[in-house]
């Protein structure tokens, strides 16, 4: 009877139902109910064991014994969805994709986790989200800090709630920007005086607190001695602000906590020779990037405190180091053309082919047999080349990349003669060479004047490397150079106040292939040198730091002719109010273009500068 029990179980698998799928039929049920009853009296005799391997895991003695005087009906229903639990498996074929007959223990193939973003990633998309950009910009000091010396660095965290300053007596102050600026302490007259702050109510700074960048010394007999103060040449600050990087005079760097613990010394990283001029984190926050006195860039590996890679040229000073924004090479395809993101190249052809020289006028005011007198007139024996008849330039010079520096730009036009190449500089790009280039680009400028950009990818030494087209006219001497926010430009501050912006967009309507300078920018000669320039978030606008003060510029319609096609008369730049008698170090612009930070000290160099940290609030103009 067991048997033919079994039987009919088998036979009830091919209806490949299950309860709450199809109801049983009733005669079914009768005619299985009889057999369920004589086979549990043959087989009741056999023991404990086989009742209880017919039953549900995990029952007891009490259960077990209770279940003799079950519903038949309900005893069937458990015992037939037992059994094709058991079978069904059994009877399904394997399939191709994800089963395999050979591999019957394979492991499952992983589930993808959704995870929720974390609340940085939270904060950094509120910040810059939803963001309009205005028309124009007008900025103002609201807020003043006094320091003791020369301010060297500047850093913050992205929304601006922590900023630190490095100065060169060595300490690092942590100041709260929101409470500074919305609270009710002014300066008092001393710190007016100090400051120079003469007409008008200007707010002080709220300080957070203050830590030294000390390392310990080492005495002869091996002991630890009085740690030793060194000047703060650079800083950088983790989004987050959980924790900062200080490059120091002597070519160590140092990381410290910043929010929790503040001050702590974590780890010193030690690899240039001289002063740390300039640092810049990746996009990740897992490694940067440090441009010393030595020549030197150096990347970093945060995971390992170790240097990655090194990036060496013709060992001239770095003034400057930065990366390329993430989102460089998808302007136009992202947003479309014409666009907040996209820069019109407008005017007559031949105004645009004549922009692009580095000696030569864009805004339409100036010829250029004046430009070049201005430009004789800037020359220094001191930093400048001689003239070729020296006999130091006759011909083309070869270099270590191996390929050959010429005097033309390698674009198809004839802007000029260019600047000799120095000594084991890389060749200038072309277009063969820069159409190899990913958008992964790391920009280095150096103090005498050169400009170069790395292809990070490339790890070949003397390939994925080339330097920008410079005029013979332009003296050889750049304190600052940053990438336009959407990265498909550069500005780059020179010591005639001038503003060169090069063009390096490699697709688009406006891409010529390699890069090119664009327009100039050309500040009075009363200015003085450019110190400083920083970009603004809206890829449009920037603003460059003379002797003077500091002039906003709208970088897309200066130089441009109107909707008549006529050339703006008059000045076309801003003054922001503020700084003025001196070098400007660094100056900061947060994402959302709200607040713009400003230092002032020589960096080390020759030049006169000032004790005070200003703090701009920007006013969108629509």
Same mark, same amino acid.
């Given at each position: 009877?067991?048997?033919?029990?079994?039987?009919?179980?088998?036979?009830?698998?091919?209806?490949?139902?299950?309860?709450?799928?199809? $109801?049983?039929?009733?005669?079914?049920?009768?005619?299985?109910?009889?057999?369920?009853?004589?086979?549990?009296?043959?087989?009741?005799?056999?023991?404990?064991?086989?009742?209880?391997? %017919?039953?549900?895991?995990?029952?007891?003695?009490?259960?077990?014994?209770?279940?003799?005087?079950?519903?038949?009906?309900?005893?069937?229903?458990?015992?037939?969805?037992?059994?094709?639990? %058991?079978?069904?498996?059994?009877?399904?074929?394997?399939?191709?994709?994800?089963?395999?007959?050979?591999?019957?223990?394979?492991?499952?193939?992983?589930?993808?986790?959704?995870?929720?973003?974390?609340?940085?990633?939270?904060?950094?998309?509120?910040?810059?989200?939803?963001?309009?950009?205005?028309?124009?910009?007008?900025?103002?000091?609201?807020?003043?800090?006094?320091?003791?010396?020369?301010?060297?660095?500047?850093?913050?965290?992205?929304?601006?709630?922590?900023?630190?300053?490095?100065?060169?007596?060595?300490?690092?102050?942590?100041?709260?920007?929101?409470?500074?600026?919305?609270?009710?302490?002014?300066? =008092?007259?001393?710190?007016?005086?100090?400051?120079?702050?003469?007409?008008?109510?200007?707010?002080?700074?709220?300080?957070?607190?203050?830590?030294?960048?000390?390392?310990?010394?080492?005495?002869?007999?091996?002991?630890?001695? %009085?740690?030793?103060?060194?000047?703060?040449?650079?800083?950088?600050?983790?989004?987050?602000?959980?924790?900062?990087?200080?490059?120091?005079?002597?070519?160590?760097?140092?990381?410290?906590?910043?929010?929790?613990?503040?001050?702590?010394?974590?780890?010193?990283?030690?690899?240039?020779?001289?002063?740390?001029?300039?640092?810049?984190?990746?996009?990740?926050?897992?490694?940067?990037?440090?441009?010393?006195?030595?020549?030197?860039?150096?990347?970093? $590996?945060?995971?390992?405190?170790?240097?990655?890679?090194?990036?060496?040229?013709?060992?001239?000073?770095?003034?400057?180091?930065?990366?390329?924004?993430?989102?460089?090479?998808?302007?136009?395809?992202?947003?479309?053309?014409?666009?907040?993101?996209?820069?019109?190249?407008?005017?007559?052809?031949?105004?645009?082919?004549?922009?692009?020289?580095?000696?030569?006028?864009?805004?339409?005011?100036?010829?250029?047999?004046?430009?070049?007198?201005?430009?004789?007139?800037?020359?220094?024996?001191?930093?400048?080349?001689?003239?070729?008849?020296?006999?130091?330039?006759?011909?083309?010079?070869?270099?270590?990349?191996?390929?050959?520096?010429?005097?033309?730009?390698?674009?198809?036009?004839?802007?000029?003669?260019?600047?000799?190449?120095?000594?084991?500089?890389?060749?200038?790009?072309?277009? !063969?060479?820069?159409?190899?280039?990913?958008?992964?680009?790391?920009?280095?400028?150096?103090?005498?004047?050169?400009?170069?950009?790395?292809?990070?990818?490339?790890?070949?030494?003397?390939?994925?490397?080339?330097?920008?087209?410079?005029?013979?006219? =332009?003296?050889?001497?750049?304190?600052?150079?940053?990438?336009?926010?959407?990265?498909?430009?550069?500005?780059?501050?020179?010591?005639?106040?001038?503003? %060169?912006?090069? $063009?390096?967009?490699?697709?688009?309507?406006?891409?010529?292939?390699?890069?090119?300078?664009?327009?100039?920018?050309?500040?009075?000669?009363?200015?003085?040198?450019?110190?400083?320039?920083?970009?603004?978030?809206?890829?449009?606008?920037?603003?460059?730091?003379?002797?003077?003060?500091?002039?906003?510029?709208?970088?897309?319609?200066? *130089?441009?002719?109107?909707?008549?096609?006529?050339?703006?008369?008059?000045?076309?730049?801003?003054?922001?109010?503020?700084?003025?008698?001196?070098?400007?170090?660094?100056?900061?612009?947060?994402?959302? !273009?709200?607040?713009?930070?400003?230092?002032?000290?020589?960096? *080390?160099?020759?030049?006169?500068? =000032?004790?005070?940290?200003?703090?701009?609030?920007?006013?969108?103009?629509?």
């Amino acid at each position: 009877m067991a048997s033919d029990s079994e039987e009919d179980y088998d036979d009830l698998d091919f209806e490949n139902a299950s309860e709450g799928e199809e $109801d049983i039929d009733e005669d079914i049920l009768d005619a299985l109910e009889g057999d369920l009853a004589a086979a549990a009296a043959a087989e009741g005799t056999e023991g404990e064991e086989d009742t209880d391997s %017919e039953t549900s895991d995990g029952g007891s003695d009490d259960e077990d014994a209770d279940e003799e005087d079950v519903n038949p009906h309900k005893d069937l229903e458990r015992v037939l969805t037992q059994t094709l639990q %058991e079978t069904a498996p059994q009877s399904k074929p394997p399939s191709p994709a994800t089963e395999s007959p050979l591999a019957p223990d394979a492991p499952p193939p992983p589930q993808v986790e959704n995870r929720p973003p974390s609340p940085a990633q939270l904060r950094r998309t509120k910040i810059v989200s939803g963001i309009k950009w205005p028309r124009s910009f007008t900025v103002e000091a609201i807020c003043a800090i006094p320091h003791p010396c020369a301010t060297h660095a500047l850093a913050s965290s992205l929304c601006m709630t922590h900023l630190i300053t490095g100065s060169d007596d060595g300490y690092i102050r942590d100041y709260d920007l929101f409470t500074a600026v919305n609270g009710k302490v002014f300066l =008092t007259a001393p710190q007016r005086q100090h400051c120079g702050v003469i007409e008008g109510i200007m707010k002080a700074g709220q300080i957070r607190c203050w830590w030294e960048n000390a390392l310990p010394s080492m005495n002869p007999d091996g002991s630890v001695g %009085e740690p030793s103060l060194y000047p703060i040449y650079s800083l950088a600050m983790q989004s987050d602000a959980l924790w900062s990087l200080a490059g120091s005079d002597q070519g160590h760097v140092a990381l410290f906590t910043v929010r929790h613990s503040p001050g702590r010394l974590c780890h010193v990283m030690h690899g240039h020779r001289g002063p740390v001029s300039s640092l810049a984190l990746q996009h990740d926050e897992k490694g940067f990037f440090s441009a010393g006195w030595d020549g030197e860039c150096l990347h970093w $590996d945060l995971n390992t405190g170790q240097i990655a890679r090194r990036f060496s040229a013709h060992g001239a000073q770095l003034a400057a180091v930065a990366v390329r924004p993430l989102y460089t090479n998808s302007i136009q395809t992202q947003w479309g053309p014409g666009s907040e993101f996209t820069v019109p190249m407008r005017g007559p052809r031949n105004a645009r082919a004549n922009s692009s020289g580095g000696g030569q006028h864009s805004n339409g005011h100036l010829p250029k047999q004046e430009e070049d007198t201005k430009s004789d007139a800037s020359y220094d024996p001191l930093f400048d080349e001689p003239d070729a008849a020296d006999g130091e330039g006759d011909g083309p010079k070869l270099n270590p990349f191996g390929n050959s520096a010429g005097h033309q730009q390698p674009n198809g036009q004839n802007p000029g003669r260019g600047a000799i190449a120095p000594k084991g500089a890389p060749p200038i790009l072309d277009p !063969a060479t820069y159409a190899a280039f990913s958008p992964d680009l790391l920009m280095t400028a150096h103090v005498d004047g050169q400009i170069i950009l790395w292809d990070r990818r490339v790890q070949t030494p003397g390939k994925g490397v080339g330097r920008l087209w410079m005029s013979e006219k =332009t003296p050889p001497w750049c304190m600052s150079a940053c990438w336009s926010a959407d990265g498909s430009q550069v500005y780059v501050g020179r010591r005639n106040g001038t503003v %060169e912006i090069y $063009d390096v967009r490699q697709t688009g309507r406006a891409a010529s292939g390699t890069p090119k300078i664009w327009k100039t920018l050309r500040n009075p000669l009363s200015s003085g040198v450019v110190s400083c320039v920083v970009a603004f978030p809206d890829g449009r606008h920037l603003a460059c730091a003379s002797t003077d003060n500091i002039r906003l510029w709208n970088v897309a319609e200066a *130089g441009e002719p109107d909707a008549y096609g006529k050339m703006k008369s008059g000045v076309q730049f801003k003054i922001i109010p503020g700084h003025h008698g001196g070098f400007v170090s660094q100056m900061l612009v947060d994402p959302a !273009a709200r607040f713009l930070v400003s230092a002032s000290s020589n960096r *080390g160099w020759h030049g006169e500068h =000032t004790k005070t940290v200003f703090v701009h609030e920007v006013k969108h103009l629509w």
